[in-house]
């Protein structure tokens, strides 16, 4: 198994945000975790497409894109367009979750499918080897700083 840390750009200084992804990435970040939130799957809203279009330039660091969006197949492509590398879906937010690893691939992304806290391992047994990462959530997705869900760690396996 590999660990990578990536830091998450939710708790960054949005003002300042160009020159913090920077500073981190020049720091040894090789991963950018970029959530993304749609107030619908999740009741916060973060950013889209725009911004991170707008932090591509500022890093050649892989942007890991973690869509806690309702139906994220829509935005597929336009993730891409934008700067994304791997796209990270809820699988509980999925109709299909094959129909969009396929499309995550099709685009030429690393695909991820991520679960929420009480949703078992087993929700991706079907798909495992199709993806190319899998996020375990250790907090109910939808807000920064959250208490971390102890029965979480066992689901890692670890």
Known sequence: MNYIVAPSILSADFKN???????????????????VMDGSFVPSISFGMPVIQSIRPCT???FDVHMMVQDPGRYIEAMKKAGADIITVHAE???????????IKEVGCKAGAALNPATPVQALDCILDQLDM?????????????????YTWIKSGL
């Open 17 to 35: 945000l160009g020159a913090q992804v920077r500073e981190v990435a020049d720091a040894g970040a090789a991963y950018i975790h970029i959530d």
């Open 134 to 150: 899998v996020l375990i959530m250790t907090v109910n997705p939808g807000f920064g700083g959250q208490k971390f869900i102890p």
């Open 93 to 103: 937010a999925c109709t299909h979750l094959d129909r969009v690893v396929n499309q």
């Open 60 to 62: 050649a660091a892989v």
